[in-house]
């Protein structure tokens, strides 16, 4: 198994990011609903915010469309005013959790402890992690991405079992592709999920079973995510923008489908 790539089902992961109020955010999921099929090889996963988890986790029901959220605090219970506990999500039925998003760096200054101390915090209550990792436009121009990536992956693993590794996806999201049309080279992204793949065997001496999942995300659309799940290191995509457009994340849905 060393040093090969396993390939497995594709994964289609939206993240509404800060959008749609609890009606809008049904009037799209009535939509999508009946335009994915009942029985998908890829894996589709809606990231909503935690006001619209119960919801979409109504409108979802008995499809295959699973529900994650895009945030959890570290701590379980008690005086944290405005945080949600891994607990609480996954009292909801929640079964994914982005955790570590540049916007989360950036806006909250999150850091590498904080998020490494998330990723502890959502196994212990059975979530997958979505771990995301990527460099800057400065750091991508001094040519930093694999030292950026390398500190992110390890602290991100701190602690972390090796048989805890399958409920973790690293997101490569290269912070000046999202939201900006640029997506990354897609050979550079394939490059990086490689990389990734191998920074976590080597931190694991290689005693995986198999290789961690890794997503593309940064400016995904139906037009581009062919190419970029046709990279043998891709396992996926974590969708922004795209994923707010019902025709369009359907569109993407089939194409991985295809690609299968
Ligand atoms: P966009 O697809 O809008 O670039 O966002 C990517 C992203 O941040 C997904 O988490």
Not at 93 to 122: C, M, P, Q, W
Not at 158 to 187: H, R, V
Request: proline share 2%.
């Amino acid at each position: 198994m060393h040093g090969e790539v396993v390939s497995r089902k594709k994964i289609i992961a939206g993240n509404w990011k800060m959008n749609f109020t609890s009606q809008e955010a049904e009037v799209f999921l009535k939509k999508l609903v009946p335009l994915v099929k009942a029985n998908m090889n890829s894996e589709i996963i809606l990231c909503v915010p935690f006001v619209d988890i119960e919801l979409a986790k109504r409108e979802t029901t008995g499809t295959n469309i699973k529900i994650g959220a895009q945030n959890c605090y570290f701590e379980k219970s008690g005086a944290f005013t405005g945080e949600i506990s891994a607990e609480m999500l996954r009292s909801l039925g929640v079964e994914y959790v982005i955790l570590g998003h540049s916007e989360r760096r950036t806006y909250f200054l999150e850091n590498d402890k904080i998020i490494n101390k998330k990723v502890k915090a959502a196994l212990d209550e059975n979530l997958k992690a979505i771990v995301c990792v990527g460099e800057t436009a400065q750091q991508k121009e001094w040519l930093e991405t694999n030292e950026v990536v390398f500190s992110q992956v390890s602290a991100a693993l701190q602690g972390i079992k090796a048989e805890d590794l399958k409920n973790i996806i690293f997101a490569y999201e290269p912070m000046w592709s999202i939201g900006t049309g640029k997506t990354a080279n897609f050979e550079i992204a394939r490059r990086v999920c490689a990389y990734i793949k191998k920074i976590v065997k080597n931190l694991y001496e290689e005693q995986l079973p198999s290789d961690i999942a890794t997503l593309y995300g940064g400016s995904v659309n139906a037009k581009n995510v062919k190419q970029i799940l046709s990279k043998d290191t891709i396992d996926g995509s974590l969708i922004g923008g795209a994923s707010l457009d019902v025709e369009e994340f359907s569109e993407i849905i089939n194409i991985a489908e295809a690609i299968l």
